[in-house]
């Protein structure tokens, strides 16, 4: 059934090359102390960081900064961000990077509105709430996440072995976000390839879906992923295509803003098994998506959703609607395989990037929180047991 759903995403979108006039006058909004946070040095090696801490100081606004947030963000440096906060008043927190950057800044900015250790937000038995949280703009370099237009993060705790992700739409949107296509001419072909597999997989873990559903939504992320398999590869042949790089861009915003999941209550799938991947291996993520996605399809296809199949196999990869449903659907998968394996060039087995079985079970069993993972079809830790193994080679 297509379920009742509320329409709202208030982030306001600057896009495009000549934007950053526009920051001093939207972070004054909020204050005059600006904590700037960003990862491990990539900003300051493209010009960007000069460019924002002149609008910055150009609008009299007061710079602090915290650097060297880790992709797989980690929970320590949403601790120092809390300190930092508290410790110097911060009014606004200013995002520069690509979603580790931006998904840490988000709980930076609640840690400072609460007494307790930010770890309490993604702790289970805890899930301390969210109430309050400072305002945060972010200046988007790296499109994949879609952290930049969403109310979401994941952090990892390396002592744990955990990564968690957390939504909390009333408190942790950005204000605004900055989206200039060219921030991303320098990400590296290997990180355009990752982005545009987590772009898709945000898109799959909707799409897939054999509730009744809304039409135009499912027509509207059919575009999102042509122009994900027209403009990825354009992107890493040429990276400095603005035309490219604007449509992965807004394509990794619109896949995860709340926009396409109207009416929809099912659970993702490839996310929760990728974050124990990344949890146990420091992998990036998308491309742990890549690894598991073609397998948990074929995993998951059968008389009962194969007509989603279909429908993703004619419409996004043009196969032949007159051949049988099932050999669409295997050519379906074929195709999205070959584009993530081949024309992306990402690695295609767990073995490929260290990963043995060694983990399995406790991977599956906290993907699946002890239960059942209602996605697509129904996982249980064994069934992701049985993913992973398919991706063994
Ligand atoms: O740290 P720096 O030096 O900036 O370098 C980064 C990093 O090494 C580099 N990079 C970023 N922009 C660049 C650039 N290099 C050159 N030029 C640029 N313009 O790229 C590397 C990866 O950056 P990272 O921020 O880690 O990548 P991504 O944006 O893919 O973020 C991944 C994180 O987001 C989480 C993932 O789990 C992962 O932890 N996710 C967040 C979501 C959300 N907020 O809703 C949803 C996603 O499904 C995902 O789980
Ligand atoms: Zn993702």
Redesign the pocket.
Known sequence: MIHDFIYDIPVRVYFGRDQLKNLGPELRKYGTRVLMT??????KR?GLYDKVVREIRGAGLELFELSGIA???RIDSVREGARMCKEHNIDVLLAV?????I?ATKFMAAGACVDFDPWDFFDLEKWAPIEKALPIVSIL??S????EM?C???ISNPETNDKI?RMEPLTLLPKASFLDPS??F???AY?TA??SS?ILS?IFEVYFNMDQDMYMLDCFMEGLMKTVIKYAPIAIREPENYEARANLMWTSSWA?NGFVDGGKRQAWSC?PME?EL?AFYDIT??LGLAILTPRWMEYCLDETTVSKYVQFGTNVFGIDPQLPPMEIAHKAIDALSGFLFGTLGLKRTLPEVGIDRTHFATMARKAVQGGTLKGFKPLKQADVEAIYEMCMK
Do not use: K, R
């Not at 960003?38 to 900003?43: D, V």
């Not at 994949?144 to 952290?147: E, I, L, P, R, V």
């Open positions: 960003y990862g491990g040095g990539s900003i493209t992709p797989n963000p990077g690509g979603g580790s950057t998904d370099t790296l994949a996440t879609g952290s969403d979401g993060g994941v992700g921030n991303t320098t990400v590296s990180q990752c982005g987590d945000h995860i996310h974050h990344s993520h998308g």
